[in-house]
């Protein structure tokens, strides 16, 4: 027994005395273990097949709409088409997946006990969080960007029929495709950071979903007095990366700036990874 | 199992009837969770301040407003624009009623004590069902006041014997208390809390792409889908343009809700009957 008790010791020693260097530095190990957590489970699979399943199919059909009535659709229908957003079209459903996928990859380890385990072998909790979130972002960052250029290529091949295809050399296409392979992963880890905050599934799943997408609901109610609470949704900040068209109407009073859309990926991002740190930090 | 099966017929309905002790060991195993009172407490408080301040800046903005939005303006629809978060609450309210019995392993002794599955689902739907619908008549009718309440500074305000206000308002009761069923059911087809949520959430409010893919044949899946028909109950003004083609006639709009409801508790139902 002396051998765990000195391991805790020197960690809280170190994680106390030599002012924090190196809290959330990583080693190849526990990439590994969490690595192997994440691609055991059934779930994570399942999840991402779910998203796969269901954007393609979204995103195939919805293009399928357009070019079945194109000849039919009126001047202002056709002003508006956007070649991106059609196949897009299912891509909430792939957010949404994404999202449970980065709250299971803590929240079970809570609810199951397993992360007794994982803190007796790793103390040090920072790094626990930190492993975590670079294997689970990194796996949702391939993920998502697989899926988003995969729907892109079917939905185009699907246009080509019309001769309304984009291609991705084309201004602004591939920053669009690649923003949405890079949303899915921003939503995933808000996801991770909530369930390493609330540590219930349930819980949090509800409340990434409230976050993200019922959030318009209060933005909506103050607009009378101001559109800036609208601009600082994660959904507004997906509309303008993803869209080649700008917005015309109300929608384009919602959309920030391509570069406000960035930062406030980047303020999401910190802030729930953040209170997600600060809670794992705390007693398990 | 045995007498249960070598009963014909009658048994079927009489498997269905819960004791009066079954119900009271639901309502104590509902009422007993913490979650539950946080869910509905998150509920109503986001709801509430919502419309709150919906009605308020419509109240404050009035005179700068723009004639098409003065149009556009729905004294009902603003006090109640909170309700999305309720129905996402009681939502996951009913998925937990039983998704977590079977997480904690709990569902082991509540089958020990009532071997009858249709009992104990029976017993479950209705406290989950009578809570809900209870509590999400509270909700609205307390949305509905506060929200008319702010208006009436610019005499903007409707009454509940105004036509067809009191039908909105008790429908949006009842849309809430619907949802709790579908998440029950969902909750017991699924078992899982994560599965049934996401289920939950993607049926609620991210399937209308499903709709629009099919708009060009029909617009009947569009005319189905639960986020068109709370849209048909909770309206007092007709929509118009080609969101208006998407929302259900009120009868088909009520019909297919008791169908959702049905459907969704038939399919709980068959599931707890098999092994657990």
Redesign the interface.
């Known amino acids: 027994m002396p051998e765990p008790v000195m391991m805790l010791r020197s960690g809280q020693a170190s994680a106390s005395a030599p002012p924090r260097r190196g809290g959330f530095l990583v080693t190849r190990g526990m990439l590994a273990s969490e690595w192997i957590k994440l691609r055991s489970v059934r779930s994570t699979w399942l999840t991402l097949l779910c998203a796969l399943l269901f954007v393609l199919a979204f995103g195939l059909f919805d293009t399928l709409s357009v070019t079945e009535s194109w000849n039919t659709m009126s001047a202002a229908d056709k002003a508006s088409f956007d070649p991106l957003a059609e196949a897009f079209a299912g891509m909430q459903i792939g957010e949404l997946a994404f999202g449970v996928l980065g709250v299971l990859a803590i929240s079970v380890e809570y609810e199951t006990g397993m992360i007794q385990t994982t803190f007796s072998a790793v103390p040090r909790r920072g790094k626990v969080f930190a492993a975590k979130a670079v294997v689970g972002g990194g796996v949702m960052l391939t993920a998502g960007l697989a899926l988003a250029f995969v729907t892109f290529l079917g939905g185009q091949w699907m246009l080509s029929a019309k001769n309304l295809d984009v291609q991705l050399a084309d201004p602004g296409v591939l920053r669009s495709v690649a923003c949405t392979g890079l949303y899915l992963a921003v939503v995933g880890l808000i996801g991770y950071g909530l369930g390493a905050l609330i540590r219930h599934t349930a819980g949090a799943i509800s409340v990434m979903f409230a976050v993200i997408w019922l959030t318009y609901g209060a933005t909506h109610a103050v607009e009378k007095w101001s559109y800036l609470p609208d601009r600082w949704l994660l959904v507004s900040a997906y509309q303008t990366l993803s869209r080649i068209h700008p917005q015309s109407g109300t929608s384009a009073l919602r959309a920030p700036t391509t570069t406000m859309a960035f930062v406030e990926l980047a303020i999401y991002l910190l802030v729930f990874l953040g209170l997600g740190a600060w809670r794992m930090s705390r007693d398990a | 199992m045995t007498a249960q099966s070598s009963l014909p017929q009658r048994g079927v309905l009489r498997s269905f009837l819960p004791g009066r002790g079954v119900l009271r060991s639901e309502w104590i195993k509902l009422r007993s969770v913490r ?1 539950t009172y ?2 509905v407490l998150f509920a109503t408080l ?1 709801a509430v301040v ?2 709150v ?2 009605t308020s ?2 109240a404050s ?1 009035w005179a700068t ?1 723009t004639a098409q ?1 003065k149009a556009q303006f729905d004294p009902l629809g ?1 006090s109640f ?2 309700l ?2 309720g129905e ?2 009681f939502g ?1 309210l009913g ?2 009623a039983i ?1 977590t019995e079977y ?1 904690t392993g709990m569902i082991r002794a509540t089958f020990s004590a009532v071997p009858q599955r249709g009992r104990v689902y029976a017993a479950k739907a209705l406290v989950v069902g009578v809570v809900s619908l209870v509590l999400g008549m509270l909700l609205v009718f307390g949305s509905f006041f506060l929200g008319q309440a702010m208006l009436s500074s610019k005499h903007l305000e409707v009454h509940l014997g105004d036509p067809g206000v009191l039908r909105v308002v008790l429908s949006a009761g009842l849309y809430l208390f619907v949802v709790t069923m579908i998440g029950f059911g969902l909750g017991a087809i699924l078992r899982h ?3 049934a ?2 289920a939950l ?2 049926m609620l ?2 399937a209308y ?2 709709g ?5 044949l029909s617009y009947l899946p569009s005319r189905i889908l639960l986020f068109n028909i709370a849209d048909a109950i909770t309206r007092t003004h007709a929509a118009t343009g080609k969101p208006a083609l998407r929302i259900p006639s009120l009868e088909l709009a009520y019909s297919s809700l008791a169908l959702y409801l049905v459907v969704f508790l038939a399919l709980g139902a068959w599931r707890i009957s098999r092994d657990a």
């Open positions: 979650s946080l869910s986001v919502l419309g301040l919906a800046s419509d903005n407003m939005d603003d624009i909170g999305i978060f996402l609450a996951v998925v937990l998704s997480r809390s994560a599965g949520i996401a959430v993607a409010w991210l792409p499903i629009r893919v099919l708009d060009h």
